[in-house]
């Protein structure tokens, strides 16, 4: 047993010797390691703070974006009302020009119809007449009845 004491009292000096030492190393390893965790935490700190005002920003600018497409949009409808009203306005007055042109040729067509109808009436009348007299005036006489005829029929026509 009294090996065991003296090592025992050996154990205690030893301790008592290396507990200065030991101590201030323990202790300054924990307060370096104390140290390096607030620096952590400092510069977590500060990054959280960096996040939180880069987050604020991008909300800032992701509401202005959103007011600039609302803008965009707004223009690009009052644009496209304004466009579909002159196109409509367009097409309203191409209809028209092409009635209009329509009539025209309308018109133009029985004037023609009505001249040739006309001339094919007197073409007609003068054959038939020049027929006519052929058989029952005979040369001369009918030449002159027809020429009297070209000229009054000339006169009606135009």
């Known amino acids: ?20 030492p030991l101590g201030s190393m323990v202790i300054g390893g924990l307060d370096r390691r104390g140290e390096r965790i607030r620096a952590e935490l400092d510069e977590a700190n500060r990054l959280h703070e960096e996040a939180r005002a880069l ?3 991008h909300r800032a600018k992701l509401v202005e974006g959103e007011n600039a497409a609302a803008e965009i949009v707004a223009h690009a409808q009052s644009e496209a009302k304004r466009l579909e009203e002159r ?9 028209k020009r092409r009635e209009e042109l329509a009539l025209e040729r309308i018109s133009q067509e029985e004037t023609r119809a009505l001249r040739d109808v006309r001339t094919r009436a007197a073409h007609l009348a003068v054959q ?3 027929q006519i007299l052929t058989e029952h005036l005979g040369g001369d006489g009918a030449q002159a009845v027809m020429k009297s ?4 029929v ?5």
């Open 55 to 57: 987050l604020d920003k």
């Open 87 to 95: 196109l409509k306005a367009e097409m309203e007055h191409a209809l």
């Open 149 to 152: 005829a070209i000229s009054e």
């Open 1 to 20: 047993m009294m090996p065991i004491i003296v090592l025992m009292v050996a154990l205690l000096c030893l301790l008592f010797l290396i507990r200065k």
């Open 128 to 130: 038939t007449t020049r």
């Open 154 to 158: 000339k006169q009606k026509l135009a």
